[in-house]
């Protein structure tokens, strides 16, 4: 089994502060501005930041499946991380200043299948998951900038 990585990245034209307290806080805005194959996303335990736990459908690639994940701010303010308590998978949410606006990167690492499935794994997921990633970022862009007006 070889880890998969799928990340986008892109600059977002408001302060890095602003953009990642969006980002962590899953009660109010983190749900606004994922895409249409983010669904039934509720919020577990906590609401913002560290120790949160979510539970949403992500449908993608013609499937459809459940994910329950934990938040973590291995650097608070910086980098967010979501780690999905059955698989093991974990997106991280980085965000970089930039003059006046910010760069965030958005990556999820996991361990791939082996054998064909493997092959087909590590072949069609970053096709999957890197459209669905930009769609994401351009939202909290837009969010973002939104929420400053």
């Not at 990585?5 to 009660?27: C, H, K, M, Q």
């Not at 698989?87 to 760069?103: K, M, N, Y």
């Amino acid at each position: 089994m070889a880890e998969i990585r799928v990340s986008v990245e892109r600059p977002v034209a408001a302060p890095a502060e602003r953009v990642y307290r969006l980002i962590t806080d899953y009660r109010e805005h983190h749900p606004r501005f994922l895409p249409p194959a983010f669904s039934d996303f509720q919020v577990e335990r906590g609401g913002v930041g560290a120790g949160t736990v979510v539970r949403f459908r992500l449908a993608a690639g013609g499937r459809s499946r459940a994910y329950r994940q934990q938040v973590a701010e291995p650097r608070p303010g910086r980098v967010l991380v979501e780690s999905d308590l059955d698989s093991g998978a974990a997106t991280t949410f980085t965000v970089t200043p930039i003059g006046e606006g910010c760069r965030v990167r958005v990556e999820t690492a996991w361990q791939g299948a082996g054998g064909v499935r493997g092959f087909f794994e590590r072949l069609l997921a970053p096709r999957v998951l890197r459209p669905l990633y930009a769609d994401e970022l351009a939202r909290l862009d837009r969010y973002a900038r939104e929420q400053a007006a």
